[in-house]
């Protein structure tokens, strides 16, 4: 899978694409990230890409040529099966959308400054606008790394098995269950004996039941959202 981002801060998304997990998936060749910095598609003495906006207001908002350029280009090159801008009135990030956009090949994400983009930049090539939650980030960069991460994990492959995201809170509308390591008595506080007994049907069950008790306590939205009746 090629995410394609297009930034004005380019460094500000090396550091959480460039290791663990990502940097993995680069090295298998199961993903590729590549940075455009917008500023190489203004024009003018100070390449800007902001300018006042109409009707008056505090803020700038990012002009359309450079983006169009820059999009432009890349359209030339290959075919994106999404162009995704990251923005707070888009659709709001979840697992359902993760796995969805896991499957594609190619998918170019637009981060925003200021106050936003151009509107005509959203009708013109946006195929899909995506929010991280309800609050206002600075800028799109921290969205962009945050989608290329949850959904980049996805990739068949790139996860192993002991780590497989179908474990993970949220697939099948559960929080995952509470996971212990050694020792198995810290402190006096101990791991529940069904994770020592070697028993791997009982252990499913009682991992089963934690998943279902915890999405009870704290997420009952989502058990509403599965319809299993627990
Ligand atoms: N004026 C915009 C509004 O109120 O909706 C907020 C602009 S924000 C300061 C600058 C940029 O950060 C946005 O264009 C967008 O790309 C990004 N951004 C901010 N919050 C975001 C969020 N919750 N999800 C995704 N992107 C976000």
């Known amino acids: 899978m090629r995410f394609d981002i297009i930034t004005v801060l380019p460094e500000l998304l090396e550091s959480p694409l ?54 432009s280009k890349l359209c030339a090159e290959r075919t994106y099966d999404e162009i995704i801008y990251t923005t707070p009135d888009g659709q709001m990030l979840d697992q359902a959308l993760c796995n969805r956009l896991s499957m594609k090949q190619n998918v170019l994400i637009l981060c925003g400054h200021y106050k936003g983009v151009d509107d005509r930049i959203r009708q013109k090539y946006v195929t899909l606008e995506v929010s991280i939650g ?9 969205a962009a790394a945050v ?7 996805l990739i068949p ?42 028993h791997e049907k009982n252990i499913e069950e009682w991992r089963h039941e934690q998943s279902i008790e915890r999405t009870k306590t704290r997420r009952p939205d989502l058990l509403e959202k599965s319809g299993d009746g627990y």
């Not at 902001?50 to 350029?69: H, L, N």
């Not at 309800?134 to 921290?142: A, C, F, I, M, Q």
């Not at 989608?147 to 994990?153: E, F, H, P």
């Open 18 to 71: 460039n290791h663990s997990i990502m940097q993995r998936a680069k090295d298998k060749g199961l993903l590729e990230v590549h940075l455009h910095q917008l500023r190489d598609y203004a024009t003018g003495k100070h390449r800007q890409v902001d300018d006042y906006q109409f009707g008056g207001g505090a803020g700038m908002v990012m002009k359309p040529e450079p983006i169009s350029a820059c999009i």
């Open 147 to 153: 989608i290329v991460d949850s959904v980049g994990r």
């Open 157 to 198: 492959g790139v996860l192993n098995d002991e780590t497989s995201a179908l474990f993970d809170s949220f697939q099948d509308n559960l929080l995952a269950p509470p996971v212990y390591t050694r020792p198995a008595d810290w402190n006096g506080m101990k791991v529940p004996e069904v994770l020592l007994s070697g």
């Open 134 to 142: 309800d609050y206002v980030l600075s800028g799109g960069e921290l």
